[in-house]
């Protein structure tokens, strides 16, 4: 279903915008999306209480995992049971360390949290990565990445819409989670590397990962039905 593809960033300060936010959208979208913003302000107890309250909405933990190996493992092992079906981690610590928070997740939760790789963030273009001091582009990091994330065992990745073509065939049977989703004539913010809705399920996205231009839509109800219209159309 088009809608179970259809992630939403719960980017906002604190439990009680979260749950008026998770109130709107459900039965509108599949996922939510709980990231450093709203965890830090709240701790792990907003996923268990999302959870509970809205069964149908599967919570994609969003905490950019970036450490070595050891702490890796620890933060999965700590995320293991609150009930995410997803936890990305940082894929340019390497093959190793994304090993590490596979081996963990499985072990932890029999199976049920995906790790997700993110290759390279989207607010991200070749100046930032040269300013990062990479000799590659965005696209090739991100060819790179993916390979390692396959090779790890990662559930699937994270990139921008604009390098799904490149990576298809490595990543097949992998979910290809893409942020950086602006509809046509909607603001970019901070995001560099954008693309429609359509255009990123056309190029091959499995899952969609929409912010701003849900969140902050007069309602944002009917901009997620908007989008999973589209989602349907391109699909
Ligand atoms: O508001 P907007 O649609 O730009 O939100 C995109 C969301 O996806 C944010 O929560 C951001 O942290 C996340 N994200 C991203 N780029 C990545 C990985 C995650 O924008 N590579």
């Excluded at 719960?10 to 709107?24: N, Y």
């Excluded at 990962?209 to 309602?219: K, M, N, T």
Aim: charged residues 20%.
């Amino acid at each position: 279903m088009s809608r179970e593809r259809l992630i939403v960033a719960l980017d906002v300060p604190d439990r009680a915008s979260a749950f008026a936010l998770a109130e709107r959208l459900d039965g509108h979208v599949g996922m939510l999306k709980i990231g450093l913003e709203l965890f830090v302000a709240e701790g792990p107890a907003i996923v268990r209480e999302l959870r509970s309250r809205h069964p149908q909405l599967e919570i994609f933990l969003d905490l950019k995992l970036h450490d070595i190996p050891n702490t890796m493992r620890g933060a999965i092992r700590s995320a293991a049971g609150l009930g995410a079906r997803l936890i990305t981690v940082h894929a340019g610590s390497g093959v190793e360390h994304l090993r590490a928070c596979v081996e963990q997740a499985e072990a932890s939760s029999g199976g049920t949290l995906g790790v997700l790789a993110v290759t390279v963030l989207t607010s991200q273009d070749q100046l930032a990565c040269e300013q990062a001091g990479h000799t590659r582009s965005p696209a090739e990091l991100v060819g790179i990445r993916a390979r390692a994330a396959a090779e790890a065992g990662c559930a699937g990745l994270v990139c921008s819409g604009q390098e799904l073509e490149g990576i298809t065939p490595l990543t097949s049977g992998l979910l290809r989670v893409v942020p950086g989703i602006r509809p046509a004539g909607a603001e970019l913010g901070d995001q560099k590397r954008v693309m429609t809705p359509a255009r990123a399920i056309a190029a091959g996205a499995t899952h969609l990962v929409v912010g701003r231009p849900i969140r902050q839509a007069q309602d944002p109800a009917a901009a997620a039905d908007a989008i999973v219209a589209e989602i349907t159309a391109a699909s």
